[in-house]
Protein backbone atom coordinates (compact mmCIF):
# COMPACT_ATOMS: atom_id res chain seq x y z
CA UNK A 1 0.00 0.00 0.00
CA UNK A 2 1.58 3.22 -0.82
CA UNK A 3 1.50 5.91 1.66
CA UNK A 4 -0.15 8.17 -0.66
CA UNK A 5 -2.90 5.99 -0.79
CA UNK A 6 -2.88 5.53 3.67
CA UNK A 7 -4.34 7.34 5.85
CA UNK A 8 -1.51 9.05 8.36
CA UNK A 9 -2.03 8.36 12.39
CA UNK A 10 -1.98 11.91 13.71
CA UNK A 11 0.60 12.96 16.35
CA UNK A 12 -2.57 13.78 18.91
CA UNK A 13 -3.70 10.36 18.94
CA UNK A 14 -1.15 9.18 21.22
CA UNK A 15 -1.13 9.52 24.90
CA UNK A 16 2.05 8.64 27.49
CA UNK A 17 1.75 5.48 28.69
CA UNK A 18 -0.63 4.44 25.83
CA UNK A 19 0.54 0.57 24.99
CA UNK A 20 -0.39 -1.20 21.27
CA UNK A 21 0.53 -5.07 21.65
CA UNK A 22 0.51 -6.98 17.89
CA UNK A 23 2.12 -9.75 15.81
CA UNK A 24 2.33 -13.27 15.21
CA UNK A 25 5.24 -13.66 13.25
CA UNK A 26 6.75 -17.14 12.50
CA UNK A 27 10.39 -17.43 12.51
CA UNK A 28 11.53 -20.20 9.74
CA UNK A 29 14.69 -22.24 10.05
CA UNK A 30 14.47 -21.46 5.75
CA UNK A 31 14.05 -17.62 6.66
CA UNK A 32 17.16 -17.87 9.37
CA UNK A 33 19.35 -19.01 6.97
CA UNK A 34 18.21 -17.11 3.84
CA UNK A 35 18.52 -14.10 5.94
CA UNK A 36 22.06 -14.97 7.29
CA UNK A 37 23.30 -16.05 3.48
CA UNK A 38 22.98 -12.48 2.51
CA UNK A 39 23.95 -10.25 5.21
CA UNK A 40 25.35 -12.37 8.32
CA UNK A 41 26.89 -15.21 7.46
CA UNK A 42 28.05 -16.49 10.83
CA UNK A 43 27.75 -20.08 11.09
CA UNK A 44 25.67 -19.72 13.96
CA UNK A 45 23.16 -18.58 11.89
CA UNK A 46 23.97 -20.92 9.19
CA UNK A 47 24.83 -24.16 9.99
CA UNK A 48 22.04 -26.47 12.08
CA UNK A 49 25.15 -28.78 13.08
CA UNK A 50 27.79 -26.56 13.90
CA UNK A 51 25.25 -24.23 15.73
CA UNK A 52 24.95 -26.52 18.20
CA UNK A 53 28.81 -25.89 19.55
CA UNK A 54 27.83 -22.10 19.59
CA UNK A 55 27.12 -19.87 22.28
CA UNK A 56 24.03 -20.05 21.47
CA UNK A 57 23.11 -23.96 21.04
CA UNK A 58 21.61 -23.97 17.70
CA UNK A 59 21.23 -22.16 14.75
CA UNK A 60 19.52 -18.65 15.10
CA UNK A 61 18.08 -15.85 13.47
CA UNK A 62 21.29 -12.50 13.28
CA UNK A 63 19.71 -9.84 15.05
CA UNK A 64 19.81 -7.54 12.49
CA UNK A 65 16.77 -10.37 11.08
CA UNK A 66 14.78 -10.05 14.17
CA UNK A 67 14.76 -5.86 13.41
CA UNK A 68 13.86 -6.78 10.11
CA UNK A 69 10.93 -9.19 11.60
CA UNK A 70 10.17 -6.61 13.97
CA UNK A 71 10.04 -4.03 10.77
CA UNK A 72 7.85 -6.25 8.99
CA UNK A 73 4.96 -6.47 11.69
CA UNK A 74 5.31 -2.64 12.88
CA UNK A 75 4.17 -1.92 9.19
CA UNK A 76 1.65 -4.84 8.95
CA UNK A 77 0.19 -3.00 11.69
CA UNK A 78 0.40 0.37 10.21
CA UNK A 79 -1.64 -1.03 7.89
CA UNK A 80 -4.39 -1.68 9.63
CA UNK A 81 -3.93 1.40 11.81
CA UNK A 82 -2.35 3.72 9.86
CA UNK A 83 1.17 5.04 8.84
CA UNK A 84 3.67 7.58 10.10
CA UNK A 85 6.68 9.40 8.12
CA UNK A 86 8.87 7.88 9.13
CA UNK A 87 11.58 7.76 11.46
CA UNK A 88 15.15 9.44 12.53
CA UNK A 89 16.16 6.28 14.50
CA UNK A 90 16.47 4.23 17.30
CA UNK A 91 18.15 3.94 20.76
CA UNK A 92 19.35 1.61 22.86
CA UNK A 93 18.89 -1.85 20.85
CA UNK A 94 19.00 -4.70 22.67
CA UNK A 95 19.22 -8.13 21.51
CA UNK A 96 18.12 -9.68 24.84
CA UNK A 97 17.99 -13.44 23.94
CA UNK A 98 18.56 -15.89 20.47
CA UNK A 99 15.29 -15.93 18.12
CA UNK A 100 15.44 -19.60 17.22
CA UNK A 101 13.76 -21.32 14.51
CA UNK A 102 9.95 -22.00 15.70
CA UNK A 103 9.72 -18.97 17.71
CA UNK A 104 6.82 -16.53 17.02
CA UNK A 105 7.36 -13.43 17.78
CA UNK A 106 5.13 -10.42 18.96
CA UNK A 107 5.59 -6.61 19.89
CA UNK A 108 4.09 -4.25 22.57
CA UNK A 109 4.63 -0.43 21.87
CA UNK A 110 4.29 1.90 25.28
CA UNK A 111 4.84 5.73 24.36
CA UNK A 112 7.22 7.27 26.74
CA UNK A 113 7.18 10.78 25.38
CA UNK A 114 5.60 13.29 22.80
CA UNK A 115 7.60 15.89 21.23
CA UNK A 116 5.95 18.58 18.82
CA UNK A 117 8.97 19.46 16.80
CA UNK A 118 10.26 23.00 17.40
CA UNK A 119 11.68 23.79 13.89
CA UNK A 120 8.56 21.69 11.94
CA UNK A 121 5.11 23.16 13.43
CA UNK A 122 3.64 20.36 10.96
CA UNK A 123 5.38 17.83 13.11
CA UNK A 124 5.83 15.78 16.07
CA UNK A 125 7.82 12.64 17.50
CA UNK A 126 6.46 10.01 19.59
CA UNK A 127 8.80 8.49 21.68
CA UNK A 128 8.08 4.83 22.45
CA UNK A 129 9.51 1.77 24.24
CA UNK A 130 9.36 -1.31 21.96
CA UNK A 131 9.59 -4.90 23.26
CA UNK A 132 10.02 -7.94 21.30
CA UNK A 133 9.33 -11.38 22.83
CA UNK A 134 8.57 -14.65 22.04
CA UNK A 135 5.86 -16.73 22.14
CA UNK A 136 6.69 -17.76 25.85
CA UNK A 137 6.86 -13.65 26.74
CA UNK A 138 10.57 -13.74 27.17
CA UNK A 139 11.68 -10.39 25.85
CA UNK A 140 14.40 -11.33 22.86
CA UNK A 141 15.01 -7.51 21.65
CA UNK A 142 14.38 -3.90 22.52
CA UNK A 143 14.51 -0.36 21.82
CA UNK A 144 13.43 3.30 21.67
CA UNK A 145 11.35 4.08 18.77
CA UNK A 146 11.20 7.65 17.10
CA UNK A 147 7.94 7.91 15.23
CA UNK A 148 7.53 11.10 13.00
CA UNK A 149 3.63 12.13 12.69
CA UNK A 150 1.64 14.95 10.99
CA UNK A 151 0.45 17.18 13.84
CA UNK A 152 -2.67 19.31 13.71
CA UNK A 153 -5.17 16.28 12.95
CA UNK A 154 -8.08 15.17 15.57
Known amino acids: MSQ ?7 FEHFRIGQIEEFGA ?3 TEQEVIEFARKYDPQF ?14 GLCASGWHTCAMTMAM ?16 VDELRWRR ?17 KPSRSRPEIGFVIS ?5 NQ ?9 SKGIFPRGQK
Open 98 to 114: PVYPGDVLSVRMEVLDL
Open 136 to 144: DGNPVMDFI
Open 25 to 27: YDV
Open 44 to 57: FHLDKEAAKSSLFG
Open 129 to 133: KVIVS
Open 74 to 89: MVENMDKTGGSLGSPG
Open 4 to 10: TNRSLIP
